[in-house]
C-alpha cells in the first residue's frame, strides 16, 4: 500500500516540527513538504500534490480557511 502525501502548513515552526516528526514514525505516511505561510502553501501544493494537507486555520496575513479556498480553487483535487 502506498502511504499517504501529506503536507503541513502552520505558522509555528515547532509544530510543523513536532507534527512531521510524529508522521514520520508512521509508515502510512509520508510528509512531502512543510510551509509556514499561506503564499507558501498554495505554491506547494501545486508543485507536490499532496494527498492531505493539515492546515493551521489561524495564521497571519491569510488564515488557513481562506488558503484552503485558494488552493481548492487551484487544485479541486486537493484534500
Not at 2 to 11: E, L
Amino acid at each position: 500500500m502506498k502511504p499517504i502525501r501529506v503536507m503541513i502548513v502552520d505558522d509555528h515552526e515547532i509544530v510543523r516540527e513536532g507534527l512531521q516528526i510524529l508522521l514520520a514514525e508512521e509508515v502510512e505516511f509520508d510528509v512531502v513538504g512543510t510551509a509556514g505561510d499561506g503564499v507558501t502553501a498554495l505554491t506547494l501544493a501545486g508543485q507536490l500534490h499532496p494527498d492531505v494537507i493539515l492546515m493551521d486555520l489561524v495564521m497571519p496575513d491569510v488564515d488557513g480557511i481562506e488558503e484552503t479556498r485558494r488552493i481548492l480553487n487551484a487544485d479541486p483535487a486537493a484534500r
